[in-house]
Nanobody, 126 residues
Framework: QVHLVESGGGLVQAGGSLRLSCTASGRAFSVYALGWFRQAPGKEREFVAAISWSSTRTYYAESVKGRFTISRDNAQNTLYLHMDNLKPEDTAVYYC???????????????????WGQGTQVTVSS
């Protein structure tokens, strides 16, 4: 089973950029669909972005489309989320998640993922 660790969070001003990383340990990283979710205080965890295990498809929440980019480097066992034009409403703890091997689905539901990282805080000041 894969183990996930996020990094790259921090404090940034509105309009700024951050790149989150999610490094996986374990074998066969390339067979997992991967996603990013976020949870703001008092709110449910919500889908942000996902990439299929084949890397051929990416998915984004409407609120981040055009500003965030998800990518993966299978050789480095790392998932990325590049975030541009950040807004105060992007403030949340960001989690990466991995699906079952070779999973194919909508990728937007929390129940489609088996393994979660511990999260990294992103704070956007106005």
């Amino acid at each position: 089973q894969v183990h996930l660790v996020e990094s790259g969070g921090g404090l940034v001003q509105a309009g700024g950029s951050l790149r989150l990383s999610c490094t996986a340990s374990g074998r066969a990283f390339s067979v997992y669909a991967l996603g990013w979710f976020r949870q703001a205080p008092g709110k449910e965890r919500e889908f942000v972005a996902a990439i299929s295990w084949s890397s051929t498809r990416t998915y984004y929440a409407e609120s981040v489309k055009g500003r965030f980019t998800i990518s993966r480097d299978n050789a480095q066992n790392t998932l990325y989320l590049h975030m541009d034009n950040l807004k105060p409403e992007d403030t949340a703890v960001y989690y990466c998640a991995a699906s079952k091997p070779f999973y194919s689905g909508t990728y937007t539901g929390r129940d489609e993922y088996d393994v979660w990282g511990q999260g990294t805080q992103v704070t956007v000041s106005s």
